[in-house]
């Protein structure tokens, strides 16, 4: 009886080791994330411009809905955009990076806005915006 729960063992240890080989050659990708019609990726790398893109989230939030819950932190990421074949889709523009703000406030709710800052000529601007709307063909 040993042996053959060694065996069982051995086998689930392959089947597992075969299909991670699998997912790791054929790149099977979860869709990401979605808050607020916002598809969240990888946390933001914006450097300087990410206290000017928190702030500009928080006064967003502010003007609409001014009775929320006191903000208990605020995280920056990479927005996720993807066609129906999973292709990723660049949301900057005008010179800005653009990034999902996600606030969670103390309430457990959570929110989420686009933020991009360095717009047109003004380097320090920032603006908010609408989840992209991605047309498939």
Not at 45 to 55: I, S, Y
Not at 109 to 132: E, F, K, L, Y
Request: charged content about 15%; proline content about 9%.
């Amino acid at each position: 009886m040993p042996s053959i729960r060694k065996g069982l063992v051995v086998a689930a240890v392959l089947i597992a080791a075969i299909g991670a080989a699998w997912l790791g050659i054929v790149q099977v990708t979860l869709p990401p994330p979605v808050i607020d019609g916002y598809p969240i990726g990888l946390p933001a790398q914006c450097g300087d411009t990410c206290a000017r893109a928190t702030a500009t989230a928080s006064g967003w939030l502010d003007a609409s809905a001014p009775r929320h819950a006191p903000v208990e932190r605020i995280e920056l990421f990479d927005p996720d955009y993807r066609d129906a074949n999973g292709n990723y889709i660049i949301a900057d523009g005008s010179g800005g990076h653009a990034v999902i703000a996600v606030i969670h406030l103390a309430d457990g709710t959570v929110r989420a806005i686009q933020v991009t800052c360095g717009i047109g000529i003004d380097p320090n601007a920032c603006i908010t915006s609408a989840p992209m709307k991605v047309v498939n063909p």
